[in-house]
């Protein structure tokens, strides 16, 4: 009772639906792309992934031979050592990639972890931990941003951790953990701050994925267990796993995405 013909009303007729729009893809062919912590790990995977997708890869790292192989081996990509906690190092990268001309994404993946317990854990050491996975994170941010506001514009990628929105523990990662925390408080904050200036930031937060880091622990007994045992989907991810969620950060299909952070953990964070 009460129904109303879907015919009735001032919206009916043959041009009353919604207008045919053209389907975006996550093609990145005329993009720039700068990726951080290129050398091995999720970096190394990141640059090969937005290779394929199009974009001219700038990839950045300290280690400068596995940098140069990278280069060889994956198409229209760059190697620039850098030291991403380095101003003067940041300066030349930018200098480099000399943004402002394609649209940009930055990928801010360098990072590292202290596993050490709190009670144990100098305030030298926490403060390095914060050093390279957040304020690296901003510096190299803000260093883009300046050169992005008012240009093309584009997307800031950061790479926080589910530890970023749980605890580790029994993990003894309190300066990872508090790094990570704040990456996802920065990414919230500069994607409100530049959202309309055309500048996108959104983070990704990774569950367990093989990587320089998490090798060892991954790959023995006690580890595999502890994955298997706390993971809804009972595995650690793999690496193409997280194409999905990068290709779409740096995609326009994300364009009215800014200030997110999205978990690929297997459900972890879910619990």
Known sequence: MGATSPQAGPQAGPQAGPQAVPPRTFDLTGMTAVVTGASSGLGLHFAQVLSSAGATVFAAARRADLLARLAREVPNTTAVPCDVTSSADIARLIETVQPGGAPLVLVNNAG???????LELTTASFEESLSVNLTATFALSAAFARSMVGGAGGSIINVASMYGLVAASPIPHAAYAAAKAGVVGLTRQLGC?????????NAIAPGWFESDLTREFLRSDDGAQYVRRNAPIGRPGRLDELDGVLLLLASDLSSYITGQTIAVDGGWTAR
């Open 112 to 118: 590292g972890a202290t596993s050490r317990p709190a």
């Open 193 to 201: 701050e530049w959202a309309r200036d055309g500048v996108r930031v």
